[in-house]
């Protein structure tokens, strides 16, 4: 199985945070590749700009991915011009993840109930 973790499960995986569940846990353990998206380090960077008290810079995410074993994942033209099929009620980068696990194909690993629907898995890692 090949994940994409979205930036709150990203953050939980390398915090250790007891939100990360025993189920999503074995998931991350036994997936074939793990991927973290270039989308998430803008989302972090836009956070840590904005004074976001928990916020990582883009390069401490980057050394915490690589340092975990994750594979970053571009966004490519392809993921962009997904963006046109999917509906606008989502914030910038979970539509970008959504793209993303869309064209790849990838699962989507979120606790966010409303990104399902879309053309991807999507697994809850509080399980």
């Known amino acids: 199985m090949q994940l994409l973790l979205d930036t ?11 939100r990360l569940g025993p189920q999503g846990r074995r998931l991350l353990q036994g997936a074939d590749l793990v991927l973290l998206s270039a989308a998430s380090l803008w989302q972090l960077a836009q956070q840590n700009a904005m004074g976001h008290p928990e916020a990582l810079t883009a390069s401490e995410a980057l050394h915490w991915a690589e340092a975990s074993g994750l594979q970053l994942l571009p966004i490519h033209t392809t ?3 997904q963006l046109e099929q999917l509906p606008p009620q989502h ?9 993303q696990a869309i064209t790849t194909p990838l699962t989507l690993v979120s606790p966010k109930h409303s990104l399902r629907g879309h053309g ?6 509080r399980l």
Do not use: G, M, S
């Open 8 to 18: 709150l499960t990203f953050l939980w995986l390398i915090r250790d945070d007891p």
């Open 79 to 81: 993921h962009l011009l």
């Open 91 to 99: 914030p910038p980068a979970d539509r970008l993840l959504l793209a």
């Open 120 to 125: 991807c898995w999507v697994v809850d890692p």
